[in-house]
Nanobody
Framework: QVQLVESGGGLVQAGGSLRLSCAASGRSFSTYAGAWFRQAPGEEREFVASISWNGGRTYYADSVKGRFTISRENAKNTMYLQMDSLKPEDTAVYYC???????????????WGQGTQVTVSS
C-alpha cells in the first residue's frame, strides 16, 4: 500500500517554472514506477511523464517533452516534476501515481494522490 501527497502547485505566469513534489508513504514506493498525469476542466486525465523504479528510464508526452523533467529520490520517498517554460495550456490539476508497471494510461496505476492545481496565466 502506498499513499501519495502532491505539493508545489500554484499560479505562475507563462514562461515561468514550478516544481511539483509527490511525497510517498509506505515501504514499497522505491520499488514502484511513478508517473504524473494532469486533468483540465472538462477534459480526460492525460499522461504527462513516467519514471522507472530506480529513475533510470523516463518517458514524456510530446506536449511537455523538453520543458518538463520527472525525477525521484527513493531515499526520501519523493518524486518530482520540474516544469519550465510553462504555457497557459498546461493549466490543470496535476496528479502523481505509482504502481509496479510503468504505463501511460491512468488505468495502469493503482495508487494516486489527491492532486495539486497548476494555473498558468497568459
Amino acid at each position: 500500500q502506498v499513499q501519495l501527497v502532491e505539493s508545489g502547485g500554484g499560479l505562475v505566469q507563462a514562461g515561468g517554472s514550478l516544481r511539483l513534489s509527490c511525497a510517498a508513504s509506505g515501504r514499497s514506493f522505491s520499488t514502484y514506477a511513478g508517473a504524473w498525469f494532469r486533468q483540465a476542466p472538462g477534459e480526460e486525465r492525460e499522461f504527462v511523464a513516467s519514471i522507472s523504479w530506480n529513475g533510470g528510464r523516463t518517458y514524456y508526452a510530446d506536449s511537455v517533452k523538453g520543458r518538463f523533467t520527472i525525477s525521484r529520490e527513493n531515499a526520501k520517498n519523493t518524486m518530482y516534476l520540474q516544469m519550465d517554460s510553462l504555457k497557459p495550456e498546461d493549466t490543470a490539476v496535476y496528479y502523481c501515481a505509482a504502481d509496479s508497471f510503468r504505463g501511460v494510461q491512468a488505468s495502469d496505476y493503482a495508487y494516486w494522490g489527491q492532486g495539486t492545481q497548476v494555473t498558468v496565466s497568459s
